[in-house]
């Protein structure tokens, strides 16, 4: 049974910087697609990043293109999102997310795997 636990978010201002973590049990880790999702209160669950399995290649939803980063750590079993300049329109819960298979895909229905969730809150 695969695990995903995410870390790192809390309250932040306007400009400020987070680093969001998520660490998966397992012993295929790299064998996943990985992605980081985020749902605002009373919006649906959007796409944030992902990152293929080599980590060589990354793809980002527009609003967070060049203020965020997703990275990964296969020999730890991690993957992380460097969130930098974040914006109230930031606030959310995050959600890492594991797919089987080596495409990059934005859609959640598409993911196989979920975490609990981080809030992540950021004050004007």
């Known amino acids: 049974q695969v695990q995903l636990v995410e870390s790192g978010g809390r309250l932040v201002q306007a400009g400020g910087s987070l680093r969001l973590s998520c660490a998966a049990s397992g012993r295929t880790f790299s064998t996943y697609t990985m992605g980081w999702f985020r749902q605002a209160p009373g919006k649906e669950r959007e796409f944030v990043a992902a990152i293929t399995r080599s980590g060589l290649s990354t793809h980002y939803a527009n609003s967070v293109k060049g203020r965020f980063t997703i990275s990964r750590d296969n020999a730890k079993n991690a993957v992380y999102l460097q969130m930098n300049s974040l914006k109230p329109e930031d606030t959310a819960v995050y959600y890492c997310?594991?797919?089987?298979?080596?495409?990059?895909?934005?859609?959640?229905?598409?993911?196989?795997?979920w975490g609990q969730g981080t809030q992540v809150t950021v004050s004007s």
């Open positions: 997310a594991q797919r089987r298979g080596s495409v990059v895909v934005t859609s959640f229905y598409e993911y196989d795997y």
